[in-house]
């Protein structure tokens, strides 16, 4: 009985590494310049961020929804809140939705002024 416990919990194991370590790498794979462009937010080279990003949503992600809360957020850290909100709403908007968006799409729409779209 102890072996087939054991056997159990191996298979599990592996079936768990199959599916959170392999299988989202097949399915989750980010284009190498939108990988660039959010370690440059996160490295907090906003500037370089906003320039990668541009490109990227431009040319080659125009309807990735992660490309446009980086792109919104990069704005957001120079203080450019017209551009990041255009940017934040499309990651609210777009699909499949990025929930963290919307509280900073918010803030943006306050820092703005827009009180009544902030409730929104």
């Known amino acids: ?3 087939v416990r054991n056997v159990v919990i ?3 194991f592996f079936l768990y590494l199959a599916f959170f370590t392999f299988i989202p790498d097949v399915f989750c794979q980010v284009p190498p310049t939108l990988q660039e ?6 490295q907090e080279n ?3 961020a906003i320039e990668i990003l541009t490109k990227v949503w431009g040319e080659q992600e125009p309807q990735s929804p992660v490309a446009a809360f980086f792109l919104g957020m990069a704005y957001k850290q120079v203080m450019d809140y017209p551009q990041a909100s255009v940017h ?4 609210v908007t777009l699909t499949p939705r990025v929930k963290e968006a919307l ?6 729409m306050y820092q703005l002024g827009k009180l009544e779209e902030a409730k929104k």
């Open 103 to 108: 509280l900073e799409l918010a803030d943006v």
């Open 46 to 48: 906003y500037e370089e």
């Open 37 to 42: 462009g959010i370690e440059q937010y996160r």
């Open 88 to 91: 934040l709403e499309a990651a």
């Open 10 to 12: 191996f298979h599990l």
């Open 1 to 3: 009985m102890r072996n």
